[in-house]
């Protein structure tokens, strides 16, 4: 062990508060260089370990930080902890932190309420005296509180499944709606489609009929032209053998020969009729 380290055990050693003895038989140092450390680290023999634990509890040092500071065990530094603030005339709390030290925050907690709420010592009196003689009473009301909150809570999930249901039959209703909207487009275009060709075919087929009275004006024409063709036949026939009314007939003709009649063409007809009203 050199002299740095030797210091180190002799000054931990003095901040414990053992004896000059002591520190010289494990440190293996004279009392002259226990002495000398002492003065130079502000330390003398007469300094307990309470006294410098109460010095870092006036520097509000918490009992964890005085335990580490002096190598303390808990209990101890608990103990000077609590001697610290009976010092300072706070005996009363004293006693009653000894009786809440395993669980002080309920007590803590309600001390900030108060303190929060500006509340009197009467006043807080009074409150608990309440409490005390309401108390089974708040708690079953409480407990129904409770359970209509979980009854609500229930009510409330089923709400929510119910509305979730809805929310996916009105989304499949759209979906529905949209796919039946882009049908109806395409029927649509279709119609539209359908309605032009049937203007083409009503146009083709008014083309069509008036091509087809045009037809049948050139026919009748023709037709009619024929027939004044015909009848200028016949004219011309009836002119060539019919004799005229001034030329004398011969009424001792021979009877085996048969008169000859001249056929004559109807006008409002395309057919030729012959008088066989003596042929046979």
């Known amino acids: 062990m050199d002299k740095k380290q030797k210091e180190a055990l002799v000054l931990a050693m003095l901040e414990k508060g053992e004896s000059y003895r002591s520190i010289a038989q494990k440190a293996k ?4 260089t226990i002495k000398m450390l002492a003065n130079r680290a502000g330390l003398d023999a007469t300094t307990s370990i309470s006294s410098r634990a109460f010095e870092l509890y006036v520097q509000q040092k918490t009992p964890v930080e005085v335990a580490i500071a002096l190598n303390l065990e808990a209990k101890e530094a608990i103990r000077f902890h609590q001697e610290y603030i009976m010092l300072l005339g706070l005996t009363e709390f004293t006693k009653v932190y000894i009786q809440i030290k395993d669980n002080p925050w309920p007590y803590v ?11 009197g010592d009467g006043e807080v009196v009074e409150l608990l005296r309440i409490a005390n003689g309401y ?12 359970e209509e909150k979980n009854s609500l809570e229930a009510e409330l999930n089923s709400w929510k499944a119910e509305l979730n249901s809805i929310a996916r039959t009105y989304q499949q209703f759209v979906d529905r709606n949209i796919k039946l909207k882009r049908r109806e487009d395409e029927l649509q275009l279709n119609i539209d489609e359908l309605e032009t060709k ?11 009929k008036q091509q087809l009275s045009e037809l049948r004006e050139n026919k009748e024409d023709s037709y009619n032209l024929d027939l004044e063709i015909k009848q200028e036949e016949v004219n011309f026939t009836n002119e060539l053998f019919i004799p005229s009314s001034n030329i004398p007939i011969d009424y001792h003709q021979n009877e085996s020969e048969k008169p000859c009649y001249i056929t004559t063409v109807e006008p409002s007809s395309s057919r030729t009729i012959i008088d066989t009203r003596d042929l046979g």
């Open 29 to 32: 140092v004279s009392p002259n």
């Open 135 to 146: 108390l089974p009473r708040v708690r079953l009301e409480y407990d129904r509180v409770k």
């Open 109 to 119: 907690n309600l001390a900030r309420l108060v303190h929060n709420a500006r509340m």
């Open 198 to 208: 049937e203007a083409e075919l009503k146009r083709t087929i008014s083309e069509l």
